[in-house]
């Protein structure tokens, strides 16, 4: 058994959660989410086979199922939160310079996060507070796949000739499921979010 690690971030924000894994976990290892206008995962793998000969792709399903924004009043007396949410489904191909030699490797992913900060998630009139966004209640599923393509005709074994779609096993080899959230947000005294905050985060059953 090993320790998975997650450190999931909002615009302004770097957060750290943790969780144990269960025995029958392959590939995933740990990794991190952080960032700003942008959130970056960093994902952790072991037992990775060589890219060249055996290609494997890592798909990642993230939901944030609440961000909490700032919203101010348009005379500029008062302040109140809004709320969005944002889905992505990113799949990223393992290179070969992600692999250490003892098949350990790294892989990264980033979201744009920037919808989020739109006036249109405000009530009323009301005008967003640019960098205020915090995800507060995510759930992200992080899946690896061995690529199906031919590994001496095909440049991108792991996607297909237009370029979406995936060519993969129908069954992942490895599946790994968190629930993360944020309570309360720190914030700045203009609204923003303070860094170095910490979400509460769970494996949920994959």
């Known amino acids: 058994m090993f320790k998975r690690l997650m450190v999931i971030g909002g615009l302004v924000i770097s957060v750290l959660a943790m969780s144990s894994s269960n025995a029958n976990a ?11 206008s942008t959130l970056t995962g960093l994902i952790d793998l072991r037992g990775v086979p060589n890219p060249d000969s055996k290609p494997t792709v890592v798909v990642v399903d993230a939901s944030l199922n609440q961000i909490e924004i700032l919203c101010k009043n348009p005379n500029g007396f008062s302040v109140a939160p809004g709320s969005a949410s944002q889905r992505f489904v990113l799949s990223h191909p393992i290179e070969s310079q992600e692999v250490a030699k003892n098949g350990q490797a790294q892989v990264t992913i980033e979201f744009d996060l920037g919808d989020s900060e739109s006036s249109i998630n405000c009530n009323n009139n009301w005008t967003v507070i640019q960098n205020s966004a915090a995800v507060t209640d995510m759930s992200v599923v992080l899946q690896v796949f061995r690529c199906t393509g031919n590994v001496k005709t095909d440049p991108e074994p792991c996607v297909a000739t237009d370029g979406i779609t995936l060519t993969i096993e129908a069954t992942p080899r490895d599946t ?12 700045n005294g ?17």
């Open 26 to 36: 392959q590939f995933f290892d740990g990794g991190g989410w952080f960032g700003f």
């Open 176 to 187: 790994f499921a968190q629930h993360c959230t944020l309570d309360p947000v720190l914030r």
């Open 190 to 206: 203009d609204g923003t979010t303070q860094s170095g905050q910490f979400l509460t985060c769970v494996e949920s059953p994959s």
